[in-house]
């Protein structure tokens, strides 16, 4: 249980990712071999350790809070130092991930790779499907997408 996974143990975490991918609780419970009441208190502990892991990070970050998803992981935020809106989201695989909005192209970025390849394994974890296209987008654009697919439905 680390601040760079939201402090989640492993049974949490498998708990929390299987929300992401929106399994109901009884499905959840069943895959699980645990009771629906075990699943339910569980989901409370978790959102409450996320949270604090979201909180830290944009405080260390100097991010001003706008909104916080805690069960889907996610905290949008602005940086008043660097004048642009930062999302904060907890990823199973790479754990805490803090992403500046940019309006210029990647291309050039000795991080090109890594971004995209952290990006595409959170659509993967999330179960959110990506047409060969919107694969092939930078990774700036790829990260647009899947903070559109975080906060839709809220």
């Not at 975490?13 to 609780?25: D, E």
């Not at 260390?60 to 909104?67: A, D, K, L």
Request: charged residues 30%; proline residues 3%.
């Amino acid at each position: 249980m680390s601040f760079i996974h939201g402090y989640l143990t492993p049974k949490q975490k498998k708990i929390w990712m299987m929300l992401a991918r929106k399994i109901r609780q009884s499905e959840i419970a069943r895959i699980l071999g645990i009771t629906k009441q075990t699943v339910n208190k569980s989901i409370s502990v978790i959102e409450k350790k996320i949270s604090k892991s979201l909180y830290e990070a944009a405080k260390f970050n100097r991010i001003v809070i706008r909104s916080i998803k805690p069960l889907k992981g996610v905290l949008v935020g602005y940086s008043p130092e660097f004048k642009t809106d930062v999302i904060i989201f907890l990823s199973a695989k790479h754990g805490l991930q803090i992403w500046y909005k940019i309006d210029r192209s990647c291309k050039t970025c000795s991080f090109y790779d890594e971004c995209k390849r952290i990006l595409l394994d959170e659509f993967q974890s999330r179960g959110i499907k990506l047409s060969e296209e919107e694969r092939s987008l930078e990774p700036n654009k790829l990260a647009e997408l899947l903070f559109q697919h975080l906060l839709e439905g809220d």
